[in-house]
Every structure is written in C-alpha cells, then in structure tokens.
C-alpha cells in the first residue's frame, strides 16, 4: 500500500494487509484515524449519535472510538457504551482509543480498568510483545520488533494502571529507568466479538505514516477475520 499522511504529505511504501472493509468511528477529540485508514483499504463511516446501535453496527467489520471518546461524550457514552458491547457480543470489534482521566466507567467496558497517567514519552523506548500467539499480533499481518521502529513523538499515554484478569496485555514498553507499562494494549474477548482498549498513540503515529503503526491497527480492525 502506498501512505499518504495528511499532516505532512509523508509518502511510505509498505506492506499492509487489511480485512476489515467497513468501519465505524464515533468522533472524540478529533484524530485522522478515518483517512488513514481509507488509506489502507477501508470504507469508514462516520456515526452520528441515532447510528450507534447494535442493529446498526452488526455491518462493521470494526468500530473505532475516536482519542478521549469517554471524555468528550460522558452523558452518551452510557448509552452508546450499552450498543457497543451488543454489538461486540454478536461478533463486532470495539477499539477504545486513549481516554485520559478518570476513563471509562466500569459498566461501559466488558471488563473494569483504571486509567492513569502512566505513559511512555520516548518513542524509542523497547516494546516487548507478551502474548506473541494473540490473533492481533499475528492476522494478517506478522508483528515484529521492527514494527516499532520509526515512531514519533511518543509510544502512549494514559495507560491504565489496574486491569481486570480478563483483559490480555499484549504489549509492554517503559521509559528509561520507569517499571514496565504491560496495559498500552489490552484485548479481551466479548461473546463473539472483540474490544480492544488501547493507549498507544496511533493518532500521531498513523498520520506520520509509521508502516509498523499502520500494521499494528489493520489487525485492530481486522480481529473479528482472525481465524478461530
């Protein structure tokens, strides 16, 4: 696929497989994540408040909340949040974008976790991939330590910093000196579906053109394809 960055007009050449043809996206702060991802090969819809219901969302290989959603939208996102673990429980894939403090109330996610101001400011910093078998770092695209390279600015923030057992951390990085960051991307599975709840800060990485970024967030969208 060929990248085209819409805040630098950053040309990347890189191999990216991506399954998920339509997306979802709930607006929050405001991020690229819907051109980047036209970028790669899906149709994105922009939902306004009568679409996100779970009847609605059942034609959506994935829905993607945009950065600070919970923050921005507190009083719908109660009911919003209801759709969306419908959705997911029929088979959907929900990805949670970074929400600063205090996130997520217990009862919008499908299981509880408390957002911190944990983060990891150097964009070099190592990532160690913990679960190496996990469907999101394997479909369909084979994730790497070289999908690390070339990050800008940062690798997350607003990681939570308690997590129910039920949610698998998949990644673990930390700034030099700090403990290790194990919750920048926690996966659980929702009856059918997915949700993903994730800090990693695919809203700067992605419109920079990062290829790794790139790969990392088309097998987001794309979890509900994996093979079972």
């Not at 909340?65 to 209801?82: C, F, I, K, T």
């Not at 607003?158 to 998949?170: L, M, V």
């Not at 419109?207 to 987001?220: L, Q, S």
Request: glycine share 10%.
């Amino acid at each position: 696929q060929t990248l085209i960055s819409p805040a630098q007009a950053k040309l990347v050449r890189a191999k990216i497989a991506n399954e998920a043809r339509k997306v979802g996206y709930i607006p929050g702060a405001g991020d690229a994540i819907p051109e980047c991802l036209r970028e790669i090969g899906s149709e994105v819809k922009v939902l306004g408040d009568a679409e996100i219901k779970a009847a609605n969302l059942a034609q959506f290989d994935a829905v993607v909340l945009g950065v600070r959603a919970y923050n921005v939208h507190p009083e719908q996102m109660s009911g919003w949040s209801r759709e969306l673990l419908a959705y997911a429980q029929g088979g959907g894939v929900v990805i949670a974008q970074y929400n600063t403090t205090p996130g997520p109330k217990p009862e919008q996610l499908p299981h509880p976790l408390q957002v911190s101001h944990d983060r990891v400011t150097d964009e070099t910093a190592e990532v160690r991939i913990l679960a190496p078998e996990h469907p999101v770092m394997n479909f369909p695209n084979k994730i790497t330590a070289e999908d690390f390279a070339g990050w800008v600015q940062e690798r997350g923030l607003y990681f939570p910093d308690q997590w129910d057992a039920a949610w698998t951390p998949i990644l673990s990085s930390n700034d030099p000196g700090e403990k290790p960051r194990d919750s920048g991307l926690l996966v659980t599975r929702v009856g059918k579906g997915w949700f993903v709840y994730t800090g990693y800060s695919w809203f700067r990485e992605l419109p920079a053109g990062v290829p790794g970024a790139y790969r990392i967030f088309a097998n987001m969208v794309s979890l509900g394809k994996a093979p079972k």
